[in-house]
């Protein structure tokens, strides 16, 4: 069982930044895919960012310019850097993490981002 947990959400202006982060306890890098995931309330849960095993990276068109998605191997955490935040960026932020071989999904609590001025 993998619990991985968001922080860094938090109450912002728009136009400033956030940085989230996702870690799991006893976690170590696989060959799958990282993905950050949002849902706004009352909507349902959209796609923002994956990154892969080696690097590479994919942006919604809505966070695209906007949002980087980077991970630390050795520490094995994602993170999602913020900026120019939006307040259609309001959201729960989910981060999904996988075990080998890719098939199982791990979902964290998700964190709380509000955009508001």
């Known amino acids: 069982q993998l619990q991985p947990l968001e922080s860094g959400g938090g109450l912002v202006q728009p136009r400033e930044s956030l940085r989230l982060s996702c870690t799991a306890p006893?976690?170590?890098?696989?060959?799958?895919?990282m993905d950050w995931f949002r849902q706004p309330a009352g909507k349902q849960r959209e796609w923002v960012s994956s990154?892969?095993?080696?690097?590479?990276?994919w942006y919604a068109d809505s966070v695209k310019g906007r949002f980087t998605i980077s991970k630390d191997k050795a520490k094995g955490a994602l993170y999602l850097q913020m900026n120019n935040l939006k307040p259609e960026d309001t959201a729960i932020y989910f981060c999904?993490?996988?075990?080998?071989?890719?098939?199982?999904?791990?979902w964290g609590q998700g964190t709380q981002v509000t955009v508001s001025s």
């Open positions: 990154i892969s095993a080696h690097g590479s990276t």
């Open positions: 006893g976690f170590t890098p696989t060959s799958c895919d």
């Open positions: 999904k993490m996988y075990l080998d071989p890719c098939e199982i999904e791990y």
